[in-house]
């Protein structure tokens, strides 16, 4: 993460002391290897949540092109309403929901993104070992890692969500479409236009 721990050096934490790597203190090479092994996997991973965010934002423009093309037919032509079933109701609520879902999937991608400036700040200040640089960096990596793999999980169920509101949307949606025009389901009475007298 990006918070500024400045003030909590973790030099000074006993728990931290007592957890150290050991296994690892006759060579400082595998702490490199394991740092830039954890943030190979951080990038591979915030890359996956990229990918994610723009499969949502691919799927909001074609619900937002829907429900606009829906309101625009049902607002235009004069038979329309006779298409305005429960089967293109149902439709029209599956493909907003499915813009709301997607909405809600890109705007909470704030993932951690490795080192900032205040952990830099603070190994300059305290002046480290490269040996405590890398075995914190390692530790802090592994947060990060679980933060975004979390995150990763969350946002891909709320785009299955939001793809899957998308097909049903649309299937109800031409559905409602060919069996109104076939006649074989009936419009909405409430909807129907009331004769000129």
Same mark, same amino acid.
């Given at each position: 993460?990006?918070?500024?721990?400045?003030?909590?050096?973790?030099?000074?934490?006993?728990?931290?002391?007592?957890?150290? @790597?050991?296994?690892?203190?006759?060579?400082?090479?595998?702490?490199?290897?394991?740092?830039?092994?954890?943030?190979?996997?951080?990038?591979? *991973?915030?890359?996956?949540?990229?990918?994610?965010?723009?499969?949502?934002? *691919?799927?909001?423009?074609?619900?937002?092109?829907?429900?606009?093309?829906?309101? *625009?037919?049902?607002?235009?032509?004069?038979? *329309?309403?006779?298409?305005?079933?429960?089967?293109?109701?149902?439709? @029209?609520?599956?493909?907003?929901?499915?813009?709301?879902?997607?909405?809600?999937?890109?705007?909470?991608?704030?993932?951690?993104?490795?080192?900032?400036?205040?952990?830099?700040?603070?190994?300059q200040r305290s002046s480290w070992s490269e040996r405590e640089?890398?075995?914190?960096?390692?530790?802090?990596y592994c947060l990060w890692l679980s933060e975004a793999n979390?995150m990763v999980e969350g946002e891909a169920r709320g785009l @299955?969500?939001?793809?899957?509101?998308?097909?049903?949307?649309?299937?109800?949606?031409?559905?409602?479409?060919? @069996?109104?025009?076939?006649?074989?389901?009936?419009?909405?009475?409430?909807?129907?236009?009331?004769?000129?007298?």
């Open positions: 993460m990006t918070e500024n721990r400045a003030n909590d050096s973790p030099r000074d934490n006993s728990a931290w002391n007592r957890d150290r @790597f050991s296994a690892w203190d006759s060579d400082e090479r595998a702490l490199r290897a394991a740092r830039t092994e954890a943030r190979e996997s951080l990038e591979e *991973t915030i890359d996956s949540i990229h990918r994610i965010d723009e499969s949502a934002m *691919t799927a909001l423009r074609i619900d937002l092109l829907i429900a606009g093309l829906s309101l *625009t037919a049902a607002s235009s032509f004069q038979y *329309t309403w006779q298409l305005i079933n429960e089967l293109t109701v149902l439709g @029209f609520v599956g493909v907003s929901l499915s813009a709301v879902v997607a909405v809600v999937t890109t705007l909470g991608s704030k993932y951690p993104t490795g080192v900032s400036a205040e952990y830099i700040d603070e190994f640089w890398n075995e914190w960096m390692v530790r802090e979390e @299955f969500y939001t793809q899957t509101l998308l097909g049903a949307g649309l299937l109800l949606l031409i559905g409602g479409i060919v @069996f109104g025009t076939a006649g074989v389901v009936e419009p909405i009475p409430m909807l129907e236009p009331i004769p000129d007298t």
